[in-house]
C-alpha cells in the first residue's frame, strides 16, 4: 500500500512562504515516484476539500487552481521520492490542513488529475495557519 506522509506545515504571518514535503513510500514492486501523478489538496476550517494543485506523472504537466496560481508551485525528487508544495505570499485563505494524494499512473504519462475522486492513496495532512 502506497503510503503519503506530509510535512512542513505551520504558522506563518501572511505575506510569509512555506514548503510543504510529501514523502511517498511503500512502493509496488518495481515502481517508483515517477508512475504516480500526485494531487495537493486543502480543506479550510468549516470549508469542503478543493484541489489546490496537480502534477503528473512525468512530472512535465502540472495544474494550478486559479486560488494559487502564481503564488504556490509543485516540484519533486526522483531520488528521495518527495513532492513539494512551495507557497509563498500566504493569505489567511490559504488556512487549512493540506494533504497530498497519489494515483498510479505510468511512466512519461502527460496528462494530471482533478477530482478527490480519482486518488486513492492519501497522506494524513498537515496543518498550515495563516495569520498575524
Known amino acids: 500500500q502506497l503510503t503519503l506522509v506530509e510535512s512542513g506545515g505551520g504558522l506563518v504571518q501572511p505575506g510569509g512562504s512555506l514548503t510543504l514535503s510529501c514523502l511517498i513510500s511503500?512502493?509496488?514492486?518495481?515502481?517508483?515516484?515517477?508512475?504516480?501523478?500526485i494531487g495537493w489538496f486543502r480543506q479550510g476550517p468549516g470549508k469542503e476539500r478543493v484541489q489546490i494543485a496537480a502534477?503528473?506523472?512525468?512530472?512535465?504537466?502540472?495544474f494550478y487552481a486559479d486560488s494559487v496560481k502564481e503564488r504556490f508551485t509543485v516540484s519533486r525528487d526522483l531520488v528521495k521520492s518527495t513532492v513539494y508544495l512551495q507557497m509563498n505570499d500566504l493569505k489567511s485563505g490559504d488556512t487549512g490542513v493540506y494533504y497530498c494524494a497519489g494515483v498510479r499512473s505510468y511512466a512519461g504519462a502527460a496528462y494530471y488529475y482533478t477530482g478527490s475522486h480519482v486518488y486513492d492513496n492519501w497522506g494524513q495532512g498537515t496543518q498550515v495557519t495563516v495569520s498575524s
Open positions: 502534477m503528473s506523472a512525468s512530472g512535465r504537466n502540472v
Open positions: 511503500e512502493f509496488a514492486l518495481g515502481d517508483n515516484l515517477d508512475v504516480y501523478a
